[in-house]
């Protein structure tokens, strides 16, 4: 057959290496399926796992019991994390990296009574929408940490020792009153977690809690007032 009859009788087929390449896309495909279901499956795992452990405990809580508020077999949840204190550990580094998000913000750059403010509104919010989370890592440290103190001793100290930094650059600078830094996060730390962590006694109380949205931005405007009226110069 000639050249130019043989391209036209090719002209409307796919190369092999063509017909090759197509497989591989739906492959790739699949496996990004495949790794959000994984993912979608882990967190089920994470969330079913922390809304027990913050009202029972390590050990008041079962494997069979998270697998049941998963809707995932006992089997298929030891697929994911090889025992239980492997998922509480899990949980709880989720847990710090959900409460520390808030701090990684401060800067020296930045207006600290803005900063501060934001700050209190940030871990109010979290207060708010993850009062279990907030459960969760006060009973661990009312218990000393046996699982997480590692990583108290690694990552809390190091972001805290480089956020007090920035709170005395604040201070040298002439914008916050003389305070003690780790004092000062410490009792950030203390009034927003409490809505969280005593939200029966809030409601009790108060009669609202923080999922009240009126109530939420008084919480709000009543914490920033009397940190930012104790620590900004006049």
């Not at 934001?118 to 708010?128: E, H």
């Not at 916050?176 to 009790?204: E, K, N």
């Amino acid at each position: 057959m000639p050249k130019t009859k043989a391209l036209a009788a090719n002209a409307g087929k796919e190369s092999p290496a063509r017909k090759r390449a197509k497989p591989a896309v739906r492959s790739a495909s699949a496996v990004n399926r495949r790794l959000r279901q994984i993912e979608d499956k882990r967190s089920a795992i994470l969330g079913a796992a922390l809304g027990l452990f913050s009202r029972f405990g390590l050990h008041g809580t079962s494997i069979d019991q998270v697998a049941a508020r998963a809707d995932v077999s006992k089997s298929n949840l030891l697929y994911y994390f090889a025992n239980k204190e492997e998922l509480y550990v899990n949980v709880l580094r989720d847990l710090l990296a959900l409460w520390l998000e808030p701090l990684r913000g401060f800067s020296a750059e930045q207006d600290p009574a803005q900063a501060i403010g934001d700050y209190i509104r940030r871990k109010l919010v979290v207060s708010r929408d993850r009062p279990d989370a907030s459960r969760l890592f006060c009973l661990e440290m009312i218990q000393g940490a046996p699982l997480l103190r590692d990583e108290l001793d690694r990552e809390l100290r190091t972001l805290v020792e480089k956020k007090s930094e920035v709170i005395r650059a604040w201070i040298d600078a002439g914008k916050l009153a003389p305070v003690d830094p780790h004092h000062l996060i410490f009792a950030l730390w203390a009034m927003t977690q409490h809505y969280a962590d005593f939200g029966v006694q809030v409601q009790a109380l108060a009669g609202h809690t923080l999922e009240d949205e009126g109530f939420f931005e008084q919480t709000v405007e009543n914490v920033q007032r009397i940190v930012l009226q104790g620590i900004v110069p006049r």
